[in-house]
């Protein structure tokens, strides 16, 4: 895997400017999607959590934040975003706990990696290239927003991860739920999915899934959150995750 050129980066702040974040300044940038996954991440003392395509870090850092005594560890298949993430993770000062190191999700889980977690989350690409909006003539796409593999695989590829009782989180598109509830079905039951909102007399765009590994309870949906008053402002509720 060859090193990528660096990338022009601002430096931000996410969780109300509690946290350091360094990203890149063009393409994929760190959204609400990442905060709200990491809030759903119920991770107690002593777990240790898998961020699967952490990118910069959204999600990581912010679970870090908020799980002091967890350990995180991101991977994603881009070194410069690794790079960046890393950089976060010093910033902060939580490289005894976190780490992130490149890795393809292609491959199988390896040493260090399989059947290893006690929760492994994602926030992964949401669309194959068919159904990007937006053709490129060169038939390359950023693979932070486009999958590289199916999401039944990516799915796979997490599960593996996790120890069987551990927990897998995700946050999608509302319009796959149906694949996400598949791919899930092959080695997890408990499904608990979690629509988002945008505003309250609007269809979800967004769910929040969790899964338990080798699991056979039954799914359920829960009413999630409204994340967007009539103004445009974030609920109450909403604000208080991010």
């Known amino acids: 895997m060859s090193a990528a050129p660096d990338k022009p980066v601002t430096r931000d702040a996410i969780?109300?400017?509690?946290?350091?974040?360094?990203?890149?300044q063009t393409g994929y940038r760190v959204s609400v999607d990442a905060v709200f996954l990491a809030a759903s991440v119920d991770a107690q003392n002593g777990d240790k959590v898998l961020d699967v395509g952490c990118g910069d870090g959204g999600a990581t850092l912010c679970l870090a934040w908020r799980a002091a005594e967890v350990r995180v560890h991101g991977i994603d298949l881009r070194e410069d975003a690794i790079a960046r993430c890393r950089t976060n993770i010093a910033a902060n000062e939580w490289s005894e706990r976190v780490s992130a190191v490149p890795y393809d999700v292609a491959a199988s889980p390896g040493a260090g990696l399989s059947e290893t977690f006690d929760w492994v989350m994602s926030n992964p690409p949401y669309?194959?290239?068919?159904?990007?909006?937006?053709?490129?003539?060169?038939?390359?796409?950023?693979?932070?927003?486009?999958?590289?593999?199916?999401?039944?695989?990516?799915?796979?590829?997490?599960?593996?991860?996790t120890k069987d009782g551990g927990q897998l989180a995700l946050v999608h598109r509302a319009d796959r739920i149906e694949e996400v509830l598949a791919a899930l079905a092959e080695t997890c039951g408990d499904i608990n999915i979690f629509p988002l909102?945008?505003?309250?007399?609007?269809?979800?765009?967004?769910?929040?899934?969790?899964?338990?590994?080798?699991?056979?309870?039954?799914?359920r949906l829960h009413k999630g959150m409204v994340l967007h008053r009539k103004d445009g402002s974030f609920t109450s509720a909403a604000q208080a995750v991010l």
């Open 127 to 161: 669309l194959p290239a068919s159904r990007m909006d937006q053709r490129k003539s060169d038939g390359v796409f950023d693979p932070a927003t486009t999958e590289t593999i199916p999401l039944t695989a990516w799915v796979s590829f997490m599960a593996g991860c």
């Open 197 to 219: 909102w945008p505003k309250a007399d609007a269809a979800a765009k967004r769910i929040i899934v969790i899964a338990r590994k080798a699991a056979f309870g039954p799914s």
């Open 15 to 24: 969780l109300g400017g509690r946290v350091a974040l360094t990203q890149a």
